[in-house]
């Protein structure tokens, strides 16, 4: 519920706070008071496009704020907690707030928060919503004609259940599409990749294989030189004719051994002859050993040098280091699995999605008899209603249109279009296209009637919806905008006295000269609640006219009688 405006430099309001009330308020005013104006400010505030021009002269920006009430309003709500906005010291408060500057600029806000003027917009519609003969916002998008048919029909539950599937189903169809799209691409070069891999896995490349190869491959390529230094190696150490390291050492500790008068400390001389003569035994045993494996064999070596071509072949061709190969195996192996794997998850997602498109349509099938069922009713309702606003031969269709898709969609198998007949034998069209002010008008307060009890947007505001309609016409009129102010928050900006009089609340709208400092007259515009005789006055000034010699007192005295005082 809107609860106050405050205008600053708006049009010929130079400061200015609004406080409503719950219930039916009417505005009204001479001609060029300056009604228009609060209705301009108000839409400003909800998102409107801004205008440099309708900033008060003098100064360089004006500044609107709104305060609503969010209470009972669980979407509005959630949405200011999902957007991080809602106000901290009261979750009900909603303060929307718009300035434009001179130079162009505007700026929106939201409970203190700086937001996008689409952010503002998007609050703005769940709070309040603006009918006039030039602007019925949100009322002549199918959007909302579908959604007012929902929650006429009781349909929240349905539609919530048909649109979480259709959500399912489309992030399903995405992940399909994702994991087609890289399937086409990976067969292109699968059979490539296949190949590389097997080469690979027949080369079976070990760790550290290379560098062991090539040091035996070393060993074999020098295996005559290196048998003949060992060869020689072996002759001075024990197999020479004439004499060996050997038998030098032996003959060294017989001399030792035959010394006579051996001094004491010679002991540890012979103990090292004797342990350098061990170990010349076995490093001739090893020399032996090393003899034997350093034969030449060039068959193996044949093979060594087949081995380290292939690994070398391979490396080059895949632009590595051969060190690189095992790795680039594994990352192949990889890449081949992902692709059947990729495989699988096609083929998952598909029957994914033809039973998400099954439940889908079941559930939306259930949706559209429910939505016939309620279409026939609003519309006979709405109907009856444009009867008693004086369009005896009006009529209105809810009419459903199938979606021209075979794939799911969010609303469902269908969407909803308001048709109007205005004259019989006329043909319906969209309400979009009613040509007449007053009509387009008595046509939207009927809906608004009608789903009221249903509707989610708890202000309506209508301006000037009494616009060509007099007599009972118009006594109706203030008597729907009443029983829709008991059950909400009706704003209407009204010349009819007879709608006027139903109000619960009267603002009254007019203009007050005073001298600039510039000397000039400066206009400015001024709002007050009537009370009870106030508003005796102001009715029956509507009712006798706009003259300036007064008001009659027939006109009072009729006053008197529509306010019940």
């Known amino acids: 519920m809107l609860n106050q405006l405050t205008i600053h430099n708006y049009a010929l309001v130079d400061s200015l706070q609004i406080e409503f009330a719950g219930g039916m308020t009417a505005i009204t005013g001479e001609t060029g008071a300056g009604k228009s104006i609060i209705l301009g400010a108000l839409g400003l505030s909800l998102g409107d496009r801004a205008d440099k021009d309708s900033i008060r002269a003098g100064t360089d920006k004006a500044d609107i704020c709104a305060e609503f009430s969010t209470q009972g309003l669980s979407t509005a709500r959630q949405w200011l907690q999902d957007n991080s906005l809602q106000a901290e010291e009261d979750p009900d408060l909603c303060l929307l707030r718009r ?14 928060f700086p937001v996008t003027l689409q952010l503002l917009k998007t609050m703005g519609e769940m709070l309040l919503d603006i009918h006039s003969q030039h602007e019925h916002q949100s009322l002549l998008q199918r959007a909302t004609q579908q959604r007012l048919l929902d929650e006429f029909g009781g349909l929240q539950n349905q539609v919530a259940a048909v649109q979480q599937l259709y959500l399912q189903w489309k992030e399903n169809r995405e992940q399909l599409v994702e994991f087609s799209q890289h399937a086409q691409a990976m067969a292109a070069e699968q059979q490539l990749l296949q190949y590389q891999l097997e080469e690979l896995e027949q080369l079976d490349l070990k760790e550290d294989e290379l560098c062991a190869l090539e040091q035996e491959h070393s060993a074999l390529a020098n295996a005559d030189s290196g048998t003949l230094a060992l060869q020689n190696l072996l002759t001075l150490c024990s197999e020479a004719e004439d004499q060996t390291i050997l038998s030098a050492l032996n003959k060294a500790q017989q001399l030792l051994e035959n010394l006579p008068g051996k001094p004491p400390r010679l002991h540890n001389a012979a103990e090292l002859l004797a342990s350098a003569t061990i170990q010349v035994e076995e490093a001739t045993d090893e020399l032996r050993h090393s003899l034997d494996a350093f034969a030449a064999d060039p068959q193996r070596l044949e ?36 692709s059947l794997d ?11 999605d033809s039973r998400l498109q099954e439940q889908y349509q079941a559930q939306a099938a259930q949706l559209s008899k429910a939505r016939e069922k309620a279409a026939a009713k609003l519309s006979e309702e709405i109907s009856q209603q444009l009867h008693a606003l004086g369009m005896s031969g009006a009529r209105l ?57 249903t509707s989610a947007i708890p202000t309506l505001v209508f301006d000037e919806v009494d616009v060509g309609i007099g007599g009972s016409v118009a006594r109706s009129v203030g008597q729907l905008l009443r029983e829709l102010g008991q059950r909400g928050q009706i704003i209407s900006v009204t010349h009819q006295a007879l709608v006027a009089s139903q109000a619960h609340h009267h603002l009254f709208v007019s203009k007050l000269s005073s001298p600039a400092p510039d000397g000039q007259a400066q206009t400015t515009t001024r709002l007050r609640l009537l009370d009870q005789q106030e508003r005796v006055m102001e009715i029956a000034r509507m009712l006798g006219g706009e003259s300036s010699q007064g008001v009659s007192a027939e006109s009072l005295a009729h006053a008197g009688e529509l306010l019940g005082s």
């Open 99 to 112: 300035q434009v500057s001179t130079d162009g600029r505007s700026r929106a806000w939201i409970n203190g």
């Open 303 to 338: 093979q060594i040098n087949q081995r380290i071509a292939d690994i070398q072949r391979l490396a080059r061709k895949h632009r590595v280091s051969p060190d690189a190969l095992p790795a680039l195996q594994q990352e192949l192996s990889a890449r081949v699995q992902g």
């Open 342 to 352: 990729s495989e699988a998850n096609i083929q998952r997602l598909q029957e994914q």
């Open 397 to 453: 269709e809810a009419s459903l249109h199938p979606v021209k898709q075979d794939l799911p969609a969010a609303g469902g198998l269908e969407t909803v279009e308001f048709l109007v007949v205005t004259n019989p034998g006329q043909p319906a069209k969209p309400l979009i296209k009613i040509a007449s002010g007053g009509e387009l008008s008595r046509i939207s307060l009927a809906i608004q009637v009608i789903t009221a009890r």
